[in-house]
């Protein structure tokens, strides 16, 4: 890690590894804030961006097992803006045929990013990515307006809108704003204590800056990432962003990875049921070519998961499910060598390709398996 920011990859990182109950690695290194001189602490706080899409995912899986929802379920049963949805085409006089979807968008499709989905933001809130300016229920009326990629369960098309919508139905299975439930079912009972949408004031001091690389040196990212200038940490934001508004610590991902890794279990307290968490970590979309970000991974139900260990994903054991963020996070968990592993750094135009698979193959290595 040391050497990636000697060399103005990032400007500063925490990573952690865990095997079983032991922490086995736990390290902060670099610069969390250059400008106003702030050392990285384990403690520091990043943005972790589309790692807060299994968070979403383990809110729906609660609801589920409640009885508030089924995953089979259409998603225009609880949201009626979806119904009548058309899929895109431009196939001559068979268009107005093709573009009926062949079943509605289904709460599956949704967590699997198979719905078609796009990822753009709509035209007519173009901006809410960056302003957060806009109510979620107002956000994802929007995307119901806008027609489907492809026929659903067809194809793989990753999707923050598509997690946007699951955070509404959220809202509307519980009766609660999506924050408050996440914060009262997953992150307050786990004592995820340093995480949050909206940046409190007496935390700001300990939040990460996000950086881009300029002519050779780390610069402070622009106002066009996710979530607006890192700099005013979302002040006035009312979106929560469910594909990607979470802050966190290390410390705080280790607390909800040790539930999954545990069957659903933190500490004597049940979160989800095994079987919930083996159907979220199982591969459901294997007979999809391409699918994920890494060759080797197919999505599960809000986490990527290792089929087959090669490429950037030698030495990960099958099964292994994890999921990184826009700024370089990420975090895996291995069931098989009961292994945890997280890596914080806030880089929003990429280039940590390197720095990334390093850390993934030294995890794994640190067992001496």
Not at 84 to 97: E, H, K, L
Not at 344 to 359: E, H, K, S, V
């Amino acid at each position: 890690m040391q050497h990636f920011i000697d060399g103005q990859t990032v400007a500063g990182s925490v990573s952690l590894i865990a095997h079983g109950n032991d922490v086995i690695e736990f390290h902060a290194a670099g610069m969390a804030d250059i400008e106003a001189g702030h050392v990285m602490q384990k403690d520091t706080i990043f943005q972790i961006m589309s790692m807060t899409k299994p968070v979403t995912a383990i809110g729906i899986m609660m609801l589920a097992e409640e009885g508030k929802l089924a995953l089979r379920d259409p998603v225009e049963q609880y949201l009626p803006e979806f119904r009548g949805q058309r899929v895109r085409t431009n196939v001559g006089p068979d268009a107005r045929r093709l573009s009926v979807p062949d079943h509605p968008v289904t709460i599956r499709d949704l967590l699997t990013h198979t719905a078609g989905i796009t990822d753009s933001a709509p035209a007519a809130i173009h901006d809410y990515p960056q302003l957060m300016n806009v109510p979620l229920e107002e956000v994802v009326r929007q995307i119901a307006k806008e027609p489907l990629l492809f026929q659903p369960g067809t194809q793989w098309s990753y999707s923050s809108p598509g997690i946007e919508i699951l955070g509404r139905l959220i809202e509307v299975c519980s009766g609660q704003k999506y924050e408050d439930f996440i914060a009262e079912r997953i992150l307050r009972p786990l004592g995820m204590k340093d995480s949050f949408f909206f940046p409190p004031a007496d935390k700001i001091a300990r939040i990460a800056m996000v950086y881009v690389r300029k002519d050779g040196k780390l610069v402070r990212a622009p106002a066009g990432i996710l979530g607006g200038d890192p700099a005013k940490y979302r002040n006035g934001a009312i979106f929560p962003a469910p594909a990607w508004g979470l802050y966190s610590t290390a410390e705080d991902l280790l607390h909800l990875y040790r539930m999954m890794l545990n069957e659903g279990v933190y500490e004597g307290r049940r979160y989800l049921s095994p079987f919930s968490v083996h159907l979220m970590t199982e591969s459901h979309t294997s007979g999809i070519r391409p699918v994920g970000w890494i060759r080797g991974g197919d999505y599960g139900l809000g986490w990527e998961v290792v089929t087959e260990p090669f490429g950037e994903l030698t030495g990960h054991s099958k099964g292994t499910y994890g999921h990184s963020g826009a700024f370089g996070t990420q975090g895996w968990i291995d069931p098989r060598n009961h292994l945890i592993s997280i890596l914080l750094i806030q880089r929003a135009d990429g280039g940590i390709d390197g720095l990334r698979d390093i850390f993934q193959n030294m995890a794994e290595a640190s067992l001496g398996k």
